[in-house]
């Protein structure tokens, strides 16, 4: 399915159609602001946005303390809504810095990269963006796709990664959203030679479906808190069946000075899947405020 995060997810499983990586600024190796009048100043308030779910909510609000940390004057205008909302108001520079998902935006671009990786994926997002935006660094936290299973079922088949199914696939029940077996059946069996004993419609019931036995195996975001608290394990995809989506900081070129490169580039530097579902357990599931969680991360990274 493809994701669009940014109207919070519906998810993303093409072996062609790629997305973003963790290399800086596509991977170009120059300066992301090479162009802009402050580059090497301080610049005046720089605006960080966010689209309207807890997740981009928490990375927003991350990046706001995170230059503030470094005493660039910061207005947050979170949860505005959807990336056909949203990314214009970053391209015309109405906001300064968006939490972005390389991989969706990519396809929301209409753009294709020739292959699943990260560096690919980048170069391909640095050509498609208008000439008024940047990317800084990506990321190694992803919010995607999943084959996951309960800790139990890991423990006794020993499946640390999607090809360990092999051999266990036809005992096992697949589940996920209505359109998982359509989209993605196939692709199983091509990329990974795995047919599943039977593929069953669970949508977001699935991780309850996977800690009671009622499927094997199923298709659960990988910052989903979920996994924290019902004890799920996530396994890898070595073949990058389901698309790249690291968390990168989308920037209008002009309204952010070096010092604000940094910071967020030194964000991007110590976030991580873990640690990033860690947060959202707090958020998601322990209900704390998002700010507060921020804050937490900042400091014990040393960010703030």
């Known amino acids: 399915m493809t994701k669009n995060l940014l109207a919070r997810p519906s998810a993303a499983v093409t072996l062609a159609t790629l997305v973003l990586g963790a290399t800086a600024c596509g991977g170009s190796g120059s300066d992301p602001l090479a162009n802009s009048s402050k580059s090497s100043g301080g610049g ?3 605006t960080v946005g966010s689209a309207n779910f ?8 991350i990046y706001s ?20 909302v949203i990314y214009g108001q970053v391209k ?18 209409k753009a294709k990269a020739a292959s699943s990786d990260e560096a690919a994926v980048n170069a391909a997002l640095a050509k498609a963006l208008p000439s008024s935006l940047t990317l800084l660094d990506s990321s190694a936290a992803e919010d995607k796709d999943s084959l996951t299973v309960s800790k139990a079922v890991a423990d006794k088949y020993n499946l640390k990664s999607i090809p360990d199914l092999k051999g266990h696939a036809a005992d096992f029940v697949v589940g996920g959203p209505p359109e998982f077996k359509t989209r993605d059946e196939q692709l199983f069996k091509d ?13 977001d019931a699935t991780a309850n479906a996977l800690k009671d036995g009622t499927v094997q195996v199923g298709d659960i975001y990988t910052t989903d808190p979920r ?3 019902l004890n799920l394990v996530s396994l890898e995809d ?6 790249v989506q690291n968390v990168t900081p989308l920037v209008h070129k002009g309204d952010l000075s070096d010092k ?22 707090r958020v998601g599931t322990d209900k704390e405020d998002p700010a507060v969680v921020a804050k937490d991360w900042l400091s014990s990274n040393g960010l703030a």
């Open 54 to 61: 807890p997740e981009n909510v928490l990375l927003a609000s």
């Open 238 to 243: 070595p073949k990058h069946l389901f698309d």
């Open 92 to 109: 015309s520079g109405s906001l300064t810095v968006l939490p972005e998902y390389n991989g969706s935006l990519l396809t929301y671009l």
């Open 191 to 203: 990329v990974y030679g795995l047919t599943f004993k039977e593929w069953k419609a669970t949508s």
């Open 44 to 46: 005046g308030t720089v």
């Open 65 to 84: 303390q995170a230059l503030q940390a470094k005493g660039i004057k910061v207005t947050e205008k979170f949860n505005i809504g959807s990336r056909e």
């Open 260 to 281: 604000g490169v940094a910071a967020l580039n030194a964000v991007s530097a110590k976030l991580d899947t873990a640690g990033l579902v860690q947060l959202m357990k």
């Open 227 to 229: 996994i924290i608290s």
